[in-house]
């Protein structure tokens, strides 16, 4: 069984943001696998585990985001294809859609199995754009994976409630980060990616160009960045808890009118 | 003249407020932009929601009728949709950002070769560009994200504006829907609901939500009391959820649910960031927390620095007080 995982490299959201005159700046220029494109990795290494097959991870990105396939390798996928963009910054969802279905139709599968979103962008819009693209069935927002009896059971994370889908491969899945924890790499396993097969393909290769993908593809246009507003102040109160109900129950009656 | 589109989506015989809230918001772009709104409702009955659909304002609504539509699958729900788009020629659909609409908005906007944005705080029209602002980067800031597509897709998360009447007559388009099931290539096995994961935590109008200070079972007891006494919907941080404390259904934030009740109970939550963003648009927030500097206290309308072992059997006992009178 093989699984195709779409992975990437994002900033990390941990780290300090600021804004300046619409553009966003880090201190930090570091870079990471993204969290939800790991719990993919990790839930393709477990099934591969368990039922024998083998995950391939796939990236678009630069060639600074070779380190996050290594990593990928280093959690023990197998192989790694590296479709080299040097600048994505004019990419939206639908392109990377694009060029990952231009990748999936030349490339052997089961499985594909993305993030549900990134967390630079919680777009989570590429998933379902690749699965039409590539006219496969899908499932979005696994938070748990079965194999039994031939067929992939998916456990998704709906609006009331959680659904069991029964889907046929090939197949495309996209995970929450909610699925697992993804394993950190041990040294045994830094070791091994250095010696694991990583592919660079082109845009070329592919037929595409970065001029179509960023003029004709992409369709939305980012034009800045704004802080998220505030709320109002609100009121705060220290003291005995009698105290602190009796205040409240007031105010959420007279003043916010709200009981 | 050109026409805006509003899914409509319903869930266990009701039309979901926050769809009536993007639709509300739609009316008010279609009139000052001298366009013309459109709904559409798929369902296994959707006679039945016309006569509400009508209060808000559109000039047409398609129904499309299936008993497929209660399988929470994604294919039919596609399919449908596609069918009334290529009927209604929208140059603008506008959904609410629930967990069924992310299932279906990218694949309908390849289907389309349209734009997308999703999941947006706030959207507008200049002439027919959408512009929108979205949280980004684990909702940490916002983008401004713009579309001059001739189709643009745009979901709404939940609470970003207000259910609106303006009743009009409406023409009703029943438009034919032939699903072949058996070509289904995923289908519904079952879906598991635990206690509590029946109400769709993001349609509800009170929430208490725990967080990581209700340490066992003894705190879950305090949630359940505090909610039954409130009618509320109970929600819950990444961080219980995750040790096994409330269900994943419950989680509330940026990759959970996000809700927009009028009153929302913290009770033991911390406030990060990932957390607020899921319960930001809330109208009354009340943060129950024994640090005084938790991030909590600056979203809270009402801050309460204290034990809630101590607070929350007293609210519950104040609260029920209050509804029998």
């Given at each position: 069984m093989k699984f195709s995982v779409c992975i990437k490299q994002v900033p990390d959201v941990s780290a300090p943001i600021s804004i300046k005159d619409g553009t966003l700046s880090q201190d930090s220029d570091r870079m990471v696998l993204d969290a939800y494109s790991a719990s993919a990795v990790e839930e393709a290494l477990v099934l591969t585990e368990a039922h024998g097959g083998e995950v391939e991870v796939v990236l678009v990105g630069p060639e600074k985001a070779k380190e996050t396939i290594r990593k990928a390798l280093a959690m023990g996928a197998a192989s790694g294809v590296h479709i080299h963009v040097e600048d994505i910054s004019g990419f939206d969802s639908a392109a990377f859609a694009e060029v990952l279905a231009a990748w999936h139709k030349k490339s052997s599968y089961d499985v594909i199995l993305t993030g549900k979103q990134s967390q630079d962008t919680d777009a989570g819009l590429t998933g379902g754009m690749l699965a039409w693209k590539l006219e496969l069935p899908y499932v979005a927002n696994a938070v748990g994976l079965k194999f039994e009896e031939g067929q992939f059971t998916v456990k998704r994370q709906g609006d009331s409630g959680q659904e069991m889908i029964r889907v046929q491969h090939p197949c495309l899945i996209t995970c929450s980060n909610d699925m697992n924890d993804p394993r950190i790499p041990n040294l045994k396993g830094i070791m091994a990616s250095k010696k694991k097969p990583v592919q660079t393909i082109t845009l070329e290769d592919l037929g595409l160009s970065v001029e179509e993908l960023t003029g004709k593809v992409t369709k939305t246009t980012k034009q800045g960045f704004q802080e998220v507003p505030g709320r109002e102040p609100g009121k705060k109160f220290e003291g005995d808890a009698a105290e602190l109900v009796a205040t409240l129950s007031n105010l959420l009656q007279n003043e916010a009118k709200v009981l | 003249m050109a026409t805006i589109l509003t899914y409509v989506a319903t869930a266990e015989g009701k039309i979901k407020r926050s769809a009536l809230e993007v639709l509300s918001h739609s009316r008010t772009l279609a009139q000052s932009g001298g366009h013309t709104l459109e709904a559409v409702i798929l369902d296994a009955?959707?006679?039945?929601f016309i006569d509400t659909l009508k209060n808000y304002g559109p000039s047409k609504i398609y129904t499309v009728k299936s008993p497929l539509f209660a399988n929470h699958l994604n294919a039919p729900v596609t399919e449908a949709l596609a069918k009334v788009v290529d009927q209604a020629k929208p140059f603008l659909v506008t959904f609410a950002s629930t967990e069924s609409t992310k299932d279906v908005i990218g694949a309908l906007a390849s289907r389309f070769d349209a734009a997308a944005i999703p999941d947006v705080a706030s959207f507008n029209l200049s002439g027919n560009s959408v512009e929108a602002l979205r949280p980004v980067m684990a909702a940490k800031i916002l983008s401004k994200t713009a579309s001059d597509a001739s189709l643009t897709l745009v979901s709404v998360r939940s609470g970003s504006y207000d259910a609106t009447e303006a009743p009009s007559s409406a023409e009703v388009v029943n438009v034919d829907f032939d699903f072949d099931e058996g070509g289904l290539r995923a289908i519904l096995k079952e879906v598991i609901s635990g206690?509590?994961?029946?109400?769709?935590?993001?349609?509800?109008e009170v929430v208490v939500a725990a967080g990581r200070g209700i340490k066992d079972a003894e705190g879950v007891k305090l949630i359940d009391d505090l909610a039954d006494a409130l009618g509320a919907a109970i929600g819950a941080s990444r961080a219980v959820t995750e040790s096994g404390l409330?269900?994943?259904?419950l989680q509330i934030g940026q990759t959970g649910k996000v809700v927009s009740p009028q009153l929302y109970f913290a009770i033991g939550i911390s406030g990060a960031i990932q957390h607020v963003a899921g319960m930001a648009n809330s109208k009354v927030i009340v943060a129950i927390n024994k640090d005084a500097d938790a991030p909590i206290f600056q979203y809270a309308t009402y801050g309460l620095v204290g034990d809630l072992f101590k607070i929350v059997p007293l609210l519950t006992e104040e609260i029920r007080k209050i509804k029998a009178n």
């Amino acid at each position: 069984m093989k699984f195709s995982v779409c992975i990437k490299q994002v900033p990390d959201v941990s780290a300090p943001i600021s804004i300046k005159d619409g553009t966003l700046s880090q201190d930090s220029d570091r870079m990471v696998l993204d969290a939800y494109s790991a719990s993919a990795v990790e839930e393709a290494l477990v099934l591969t585990e368990a039922h024998g097959g083998e995950v391939e991870v796939v990236l678009v990105g630069p060639e600074k985001a070779k380190e996050t396939i290594r990593k990928a390798l280093a959690m023990g996928a197998a192989s790694g294809v590296h479709i080299h963009v040097e600048d994505i910054s004019g990419f939206d969802s639908a392109a990377f859609a694009e060029v990952l279905a231009a990748w999936h139709k030349k490339s052997s599968y089961d499985v594909i199995l993305t993030g549900k979103q990134s967390q630079d962008t919680d777009a989570g819009l590429t998933g379902g754009m690749l699965a039409w693209k590539l006219e496969l069935p899908y499932v979005a927002n696994a938070v748990g994976l079965k194999f039994e009896e031939g067929q992939f059971t998916v456990k998704r994370q709906g609006d009331s409630g959680q659904e069991m889908i029964r889907v046929q491969h090939p197949c495309l899945i996209t995970c929450s980060n909610d699925m697992n924890d993804p394993r950190i790499p041990n040294l045994k396993g830094i070791m091994a990616s250095k010696k694991k097969p990583v592919q660079t393909i082109t845009l070329e290769d592919l037929g595409l160009s970065v001029e179509e993908l960023t003029g004709k593809v992409t369709k939305t246009t980012k034009q800045g960045f704004q802080e998220v507003p505030g709320r109002e102040p609100g009121k705060k109160f220290e003291g005995d808890a009698a105290e602190l109900v009796a205040t409240l129950s007031n105010l959420l009656q007279n003043e916010a009118k709200v009981l | 003249m050109a026409t805006i589109l509003t899914y409509v989506a319903t869930a266990e015989g009701k039309i979901k407020r926050s769809a009536l809230e993007v639709l509300s918001h739609s009316r008010t772009l279609a009139q000052s932009g001298g366009h013309t709104l459109e709904a559409v409702i798929l369902d296994a009955n959707p006679d039945a929601f016309i006569d509400t659909l009508k209060n808000y304002g559109p000039s047409k609504i398609y129904t499309v009728k299936s008993p497929l539509f209660a399988n929470h699958l994604n294919a039919p729900v596609t399919e449908a949709l596609a069918k009334v788009v290529d009927q209604a020629k929208p140059f603008l659909v506008t959904f609410a950002s629930t967990e069924s609409t992310k299932d279906v908005i990218g694949a309908l906007a390849s289907r389309f070769d349209a734009a997308a944005i999703p999941d947006v705080a706030s959207f507008n029209l200049s002439g027919n560009s959408v512009e929108a602002l979205r949280p980004v980067m684990a909702a940490k800031i916002l983008s401004k994200t713009a579309s001059d597509a001739s189709l643009t897709l745009v979901s709404v998360r939940s609470g970003s504006y207000d259910a609106t009447e303006a009743p009009s007559s409406a023409e009703v388009v029943n438009v034919d829907f032939d699903f072949d099931e058996g070509g289904l290539r995923a289908i519904l096995k079952e879906v598991i609901s635990g206690s509590g994961d029946k109400v769709d935590l993001s349609e509800a109008e009170v929430v208490v939500a725990a967080g990581r200070g209700i340490k066992d079972a003894e705190g879950v007891k305090l949630i359940d009391d505090l909610a039954d006494a409130l009618g509320a919907a109970i929600g819950a941080s990444r961080a219980v959820t995750e040790s096994g404390l409330f269900s994943p259904s419950l989680q509330i934030g940026q990759t959970g649910k996000v809700v927009s009740p009028q009153l929302y109970f913290a009770i033991g939550i911390s406030g990060a960031i990932q957390h607020v963003a899921g319960m930001a648009n809330s109208k009354v927030i009340v943060a129950i927390n024994k640090d005084a500097d938790a991030p909590i206290f600056q979203y809270a309308t009402y801050g309460l620095v204290g034990d809630l072992f101590k607070i929350v059997p007293l609210l519950t006992e104040e609260i029920r007080k209050i509804k029998a009178n």
